[in-house]
C-alpha cells in the first residue's frame, strides 16, 4: 500500500538531507552568501559552486507536445546524445560540492540507451539524482534497471486522464503506456522492496484537462503513486491568449490586462536565485543559465574546452548575472519567466 502523500514526502526529504556533507553544505551557505551580498551591492559576487545542476541526456523525443522545442523540432542548436565520458569527467569535478542532479532538460531521457548507467555513476557517489519522463518507455525491464540505478526522484508527465484530453497536449502519446509503465514501476519498487524513487505524477494544468485534476489524484492514489504535482504551462505567444490557458485563475502564469492583451502574472524582480545556485549543462556540453534557454541562446562556456570551473566563474556568466541585476528584463527568456509564478499542488 502506498504511503499517504506528505508521509512519502517527508520520506523523500529524509533522503535528500541524507545526502548532505560537510562540504556540500559549506559550498549551499557560500552560494546562499554570495547571493544576498550580490542583492545588496549590486555586483555579481560568486564565491560557490552550482548545488544543483541539470543535465540533458538527449533531444529526442517521442512525442510532439505544441510547447516545446523538441516536440516541434524547432532547435537551432545541433541536437544528439550526451557522452559517457563529457559526463563522468563532469560529475568528477563537481561530485564533492553538487547536491542535486536533474537528468533532464529537453528530450526523453529513456531514449539515450545508457541513461541509467549515468544515473548509477551519480548515485554511488551519493547525488540526489531526479528525471522527468513521458514514461512511454518504462518497460518491465527498465523499470527494474530504474528501481536499481538508484534514482532517487521520478516525475512522470501525465497531462489528462482519459485518452482523448491526454493526446491534446502530449500529441502523439499513448495514456495507457504511460499508466503501464507506472504500474511496472510501482510493482518492481515494492518487489524490490526500494524507498526509491519518489514517484510524482506531474499535471501541466491546461484548457483541455482542467477539468481532471481530481481524477488525477484519484488516479495517483490508484496506482500507489507517491506524489502529486499540477504545474502551470509556459506558452510562447501568450500575448494574445491561447487554446491552452486555463480558465482557472490560479493555474495560469498569465492574466488579461485592461487592453485585453495577457501579462505574466509575476513581477520581474532584477534577481534570480537560480542563477546563483544552479545552471544546465546541454548533452554536447555548452553551459546555459537555466532551463528557460531552450535553444542555448545564452551559451555561457562550453565543457568540451573548459573545466566547470573555469566556465562557473568565468566573465562571461560574471556578465550575465550583472546584467540580471541591473535590468532583467533586458534578457528575453526572463521575460516569459516563472519565477513565483509556479503553483503546486
Known amino acids: 500500500m502506498a504511503l499517504p502523500s506528505y508521509a512519502a514526502r517527508v520520506r523523500d526529504g529524509l533522503n535528500f538531507a541524507s545526502k548532505l556533507t560537510p562540504r556540500r553544505m559549506a559550498n549551499a551557505l557560500r552560494v546562499l552568501t554570495s547571493f544576498y551580498a550580490s542583492r545588496r551591492s549590486g555586483l555579481p559576487e560568486q564565491r560557490g559552486l552550482p548545488v544543483s545542476l541539470s543535465v540533458e541526456p538527449t533531444t529526442s523525443c517521442n512525442l510532439r507536445c505544441p510547447e516545446c522545442p523538441s516536440g516541434l523540432r524547432s532547435f537551432t542548436r545541433p541536437t544528439g546524445m550526451l ?31 545508457q541513461f541509467l548507467e549515468l544515473v548509477r555513476y551519480a548515485a554511488d557517489r551519493k547525488i540526489y539524482t531526479a528525471t522527468s519522463t513521458n514514461a512511454h518507455y518504462l518497460t518491465d525491464d527498465n523499470a527494474r534497471k530504474t528501481i536499481e540505478s538508484g534514482l532517487d526522484r521520478l516525475i512522470i508527465s501525465i497531462d489528462g486522464t482519459t485518452q482523448d484530453v491526454y493526446e491534446q497536449y502530449r500529441v502523439g502519446g499513448k495514456l495507457e503506456k504511460v499508466l503501464e509503465g507506472t504500474r511496472n514501476l510501482m510493482r518492481w519498487k515494492r518487489e524490490l522492496n526500494s524507498r526509491t524513487p519518489h514517484v510524482i505524477f506531474q499535471f501541466l494544468v491546461v484548457r483541455p484537462n482542467e477539468h481532471q485534476i481530481a481524477e488525477v489524484h484519484a488516479l495517483a492514489r490508484e496506482l500507489g503513486v507517491d506524489e502529486v504535482k499540477l504545474k502551470t504551462a509556459q506558452i510562447y505567444d501568450y500575448e494574445h491568449g491561447s487554446d491552452l490557458m486555463p480558465t482557472l485563475e490560479r493555474y495560469s502564469r498569465y492574466a488579461p490586462k ?46 568540451q574546452e573548459h573545466s566547470f570551473r573555469e566556465v562557473w566563474f568565468s566573465d562571461a556568466y560574471r556578465r550575465f548575472r550583472q546584467t540580471l541585476i541591473q535590468s532583467r528584463a533586458e534578457i528575453e527568456m526572463c521575460r516569459n519567466c516563472t519565477e513565483g509564478a509556479k503553483v503546486w499542488a
Open 83 to 113: 557522452g559517457d565520458a563529457l559526463f563522468k569527467r563532469t560529475i568528477d569535478e563537481l561530485h564533492d560540492t553538487l547536491l542535486y542532479l536533474i537528468f533532464y532538460f529537453q528530450g526523453e531521457p529513456y531514449l539515450h540507451p
Open 258 to 303: 485592461p487592453d485585453g492583451t495577457f501579462g505574466i502574472k509575476n513581477a520581474l524582480l532584477d534577481h534570480c536565485w537560480r542563477m546563483w545556485h544552479s545552471c544546465v549543462m546541454t548533452w554536447d556540453g555548452r553551459i546555459v543559465p537555466c532551463c528557460f534557454d531552450k535553444d542555448a541562446d545564452h551559451q555561457l562556456g562550453t565543457l
